[in-house]
């Protein structure tokens, strides 16, 4: 069973040194640095250091009392914060890593994501680049079925929130609600498409990518990591753009 614990526990960095002090602490509950060193068979000092990078992580914390300073073990609910913090950070810098990873090799990387969970994650992938303006051409009546209001107006909230600006066009005849109109508060410039054009899927052009959202009988996003091709879409959208009516602002 040890044997176990210290194969799972090394796969998350808690190997050697660490490992002992960890469990010993564990196992005794609150100790003298002294008498946690010597049950793991270590010195003083090198378990000190070692007590001390398991504070870093969160796995033990010392108490002082008078003048002796006690190891007290963390609850062992402490690694799966741990490793669920770790995955939020890699969740984080993974579209920065790919990205640069495909612009290195000149290649793009397109992301087929199917199903309503494919259509919002390509949604709030929209706001992994840090761009400072996305543009957009959005079809509300597809985005009511998918991904719904309710996720549209929280990934709305958190854009604005961000202080990304949203320069965005719409079919007038696919508006189905009075909303999401031009606000300085919200970040958001709208303007209507000539009536020739109907706008029936959405796009985000934002950096090196284009997401396309479907609508929800198709049912999947896209997202397309090209430098090329971003920038052509870029281009066909500020032609759009010029040629489009602005709509009137909200405070």
């Not at 870093?56 to 669920?84: C, T, Y």
Request: glycine share 6%; net charge negative; hydrophobic share 40%.
């Amino acid at each position: 069973m040890t044997d176990d614990i210290e194969e799972k526990l090394a796969r998350i960095g808690i190997t050697g040194t660490l490992y002992k002090l960890y469990l010993t602490a564990v196992g005794l509950g609150a100790a003298s640095i002294t008498d946690v060193a010597a049950q793991a068979g270590l010195a003083r000092t090198t378990a000190h250091d070692a007590l001390a990078k398991l504070e870093e992580e969160g796995l033990v914390r010392f108490v002082d009392n008078g003048k002796r300073r006690f190891v007290v073990a963390q609850d062992p609910g402490v690694l799966l914060e741990r490793i669920e913090a770790r995955r939020q950070m890699i969740e984080d810098v993974m579209p920065v890593l790919r990205s640069m990873y495909h612009h290195e090799t000149g290649k793009p990387n397109v992301r087929f994501h199917p199903g309503p969970e494919g259509i919002r994650t390509t949604l709030w992938d929209t706001l992994s680049g840090g761009a400072t303006v996305l543009r957009a051409t959005l079809s509300m009546k597809e985005l009511m079925a998918e991904p719904g209001l309710e996720e549209m107006e929280r990934y709305l909230t958190e854009r604005a929130r961000r202080g990304t600006w949203l320069h965005v066009i719409r079919s007038e005849e696919r508006d189905i609600a009075p909303i999401w109109p031009s606000s300085r508060e919200q970040r958001r410039e709208l303007r209507y498409a000539p009536p020739a054009y109907t706008l029936a899927m959405t796009c985000f052009v934002y950096g090196n990518k284009v997401a396309l959202i479907s609508s929800a009988r198709e049912s999947y996003g896209m997202i397309i990591d090209s430098a090329e091709f971003a920038a052509f879409q870029a281009s066909m959208f500020d032609a759009m753009w010029s040629l489009s009516t602005p709509a009137p602002a909200q405070p």
